[in-house]
Structures are given as structure tokens and as C-alpha cells.
């Protein structure tokens, strides 16, 4: 996850590709999913372009059952709604993230997820 996340803050299409299932998901805090590993990385090539300052800052990273779950702040410039505190959830199967998945940095989403403190 932290390399996943390392490949999104340098805007590293190849990386990702290299990180994700075939089937990968990403899943956005609106809860609207893209699926599939050409249609997911369409995707960050289009985000990336729009917004080119665009960063994950994470304060705490926890395995919590079988998600790993990082708590932080997303930083741009561009977009205020991308700018400020939110919460990534990664579903892994081997080495490769399947899912990747924002949440709105809520005490309803915290609990949801099980995250302590």
C-alpha cells in the first residue's frame, strides 16, 4: 500500500500498472467504482492531468482484518473537495493492490472501518 501510495503522489501510471490486479477497483468517497486495471489507470492518467499537484499525506497506516487502512490528508491546489483530511482503504491479494478505495474522513467511517484512535 505505502508503495501504491508513493506511485500516486509522483504520478507514476507504470508503477501503478505494475501494483494493481487485472481486475483491480478503485472506488471513490462518492462510492462510485471504476474496475479493471486499463479503465483504472484511464483514470489516473485523466485525474493526474487535472490535477497535477495532487498528493496523499498520511499520518497513520493500520492492517485492520484484511484491509490496510491509511489515515491522512489529500493536498491540492486546484480542487478545495481534494484538499483535506480523508481516509484510503487497500485490498491486496498477494503483492498487488485489488482495491483502493477513499472515504471522507467521518467518525461514522472510522467506525465503519474499525480504527482505533
Known amino acids: 500500500m505505502l508503495t501504491f501510495n508513493a506511485a ?3 504520478r507514476d501510471v507504470a508503477a501503478l500498472d505494475r501494483l494493481m490486479t487485472d481486475d483491480h477497483a478503485l472506488i471513490d468517497s462518492a462510492g462510485s467504482t471504476i474496475a479493471g486495471r ?3 489507470l484511464g483514470a489516473w492518467r485523466g485525474f493526474f492531468d487535472a490535477f497535477p499537484d495532487y498528493r496523499n499525506i498520511w499520518s ?3 492492517a485492520i482484518g484484511g484491509v490496510v487502512v491509511a489515515t491522512g490528508r489529500s ?3 486546484t480542487e478545495a473537495l481534494l484538499n483535506g483530511p480523508a481516509i484510503w482503504a487497500a485490498r491486496t491479494r498477494g ?3 485489488s482495491e483502493w478505495r477513499i472515504y471522507e474522513d467521518t467518525a461514522a467511517n472510522r467506525r465503519r472501518l474499525g480504527i482505533v484512535a
Open 60 to 62: 497513520e497506516v493500520q
Open 38 to 40: 486499463e479503465e483504472v
Open 8 to 10: 500516486i503522489n509522483t
Open 95 to 97: 503483492e498487488l493492490v
Open 75 to 77: 493536498v491540492c491546489s
